[in-house]
């Protein structure tokens, strides 16, 4: 299960094939194996051995590409780092990471020669821009001088590592997630099947590659050998334009992304005719988008629920009128449970803590068999969200256990306020989170986007809330209209930098 091997086999046997399109770049199978060969030969050169780990901190590039596709050749692992770390959580990850060798561009520079001195282990620090100081090498004369031809071959067995994604550090240190090349040739197979991928489709790409989620397409695209249209970012307008360019079929997204797309006037049944799958990632997608997707371009909607530990569920477009409010079903050699807290299972229809098991379970954290042991028990993922099934196998998922908010001694749940609050016809996206209540403990506090032109008080959105939700409790104690909610790179609302904001009184109405 090496997944080096696959690029190569496209460019023995399907060479001429478009293999990936980046701004004014259009490369052949052919072409990009060459690309990603110099690179592998240049980091043997430079004495990169097998389980050496290689840190990048890129937007999306084709070096990004690039160094994917070479440490799968030569058994190095890739530790992708987001653009957005500032200077002590790039120190704690590089170090944490035992990183030997960085690749970046010139705007993270003067970042990394901050914090040189306390790296412990980088001893190669590359620029994809051209240095200005002799500090830095230049990746590109790094990999101009190396040999196209195949790298000499190095063994490399299911359980090898191919590279370690850290978590996002929301309820402490990130946790450094393993995958091994079985784990990512799992993603070529099951989530190519699920997603009807095939060497024809045409996956467009317009999130950050640092998020896994991004894997979910990656990974089939080079398994099956179809083509790649890489966005340097997300813009709905360029999106449209790429569909439209290049045919595509197949896009994963997170619910804000998708959410814009619906908001562009350029959206329509025309424009998006070729899309054969739009995929919901990362975050709950409220049901009203849901619906207005479904309605506009029917057919097209999946949803994946599931953590970069290693389980999943998918709501397949062809459940999606009949299931609209779950998360899916377990793809094939899948298995969950709903537990409650004393470890006993749940009976259909109760809530309970989401558990399971499949192909691609991580092997553990990082250097962190303490947290590995906390996470997996007995060969089973404990997730730490709340959901339950149905009779008929599929998970509803009520919320993340972290953002659940206790008023009162009551559970609630934010994502039941968010329903309700995106059925305004001036709202765009809302976000709920629980703050401090010398009465209650925690309430509710509601960020709220309006959509473009919309006007409307924070008073009289509070009041149409609270008139239609379920419960006293679910209540919201205010509405903060915000011009934008906080994003990690992966497109994520992050709710723990609002609740830190409404903390400083940035937030509050």
Known sequence: MNIGTLLPRHARYRPNHIAVIFEDHRLTYSEFNRRVNRLANALLGQGIQK???????????????????????????????????????????????????????????????????????????????????PSWHYYQDFVATASEDDPPYIEISDHDQY????????????????????????????????????????????????????????????YLGAKYVLLPQFDAEAVIQHIQREGVTHMMMVPSQIIALLNSPDFNAHTMRSVEMIGSVGAPFHRQHKHELNRRLPGVLYE??????????????????????????LPAF?????????????????????????????PGYYKRPDLTFNAIRDGWLYTGDMGYMDEDGFLYLVDRKKDLIISGGVNVYPRDIEEIIVQHPMVR????????????????????????????????????????????????SEVAIVEFLPRSVAGKTLKRVLRDQYAQSDVKK
């Open 163 to 222: 590279n370690i994604i850290y978590s996002s550090g929301t309820t402490g240190m990130p946790k450094g997630i393993i995958h091994t090349h079985y784990i990512r040739s799992m993603y070529c197979t099951l989530f190519a099947s699920a997603y009807r991928i095939t060497p024809e489709s045409v996956i467009l790409h317009s999130g950050s590659l640092v998020f896994n989620g991004a894997f979910l397409t990656f990974m089939p695209w080079m």
């Open 334 to 362: 899948f298995e969950m449970k709903i537990m409650d807290e004393e470890g006993l299972e749940t009976p259909i229809g109760h809530v309970g803590e989401i558990v399971g098991r499949g192909p691609i379970l991580m």
């Open 429 to 476: 996206e809302a976000a709920v989170f629980g703050v401090p209540d010398d009465r209650w403990g925690e309430t509710p506090l509601a960020a709220v986007m309006l959509r473009e032109g919309a006007t409307t008080t924070s008073e009289e959105l509070r009041d149409w809330i609270n008139e239609r939700v379920a419960a006293r409790y679910q209540k919201v």
């Open 51 to 133: 389980g050496d780990k290689i840190a990048t901190i890129l937007p999306n590039c084709l070096e990004l590409l690039d160094v994917y596709w070479a440490v799968a050749r030569i058994g190095a692992v890739v530790v992708p780092l987001s653009p957005l770390l500032r200077e002590e959580g790039l120190k704690t990850l590089l170090n944490d990471s035992d990183t030997v060798l960085l690749i970046t561009n010139r705007s993270m520079a003067e970042v990394i020669d901050h914090i040189r001195p306390e790296l412990m282990f980088v001893r190669g620090y590359y620029l994809i821009d051209i240095p200005d100081t």
């Open 304 to 329: 994946l629920y599931g953590l970069t530990e290693g389980f999943v569920t998918i709501l397949d477009k062809q459940d999606v009128p009949a299931k609209m409010d779950s998360v899916g079903s």
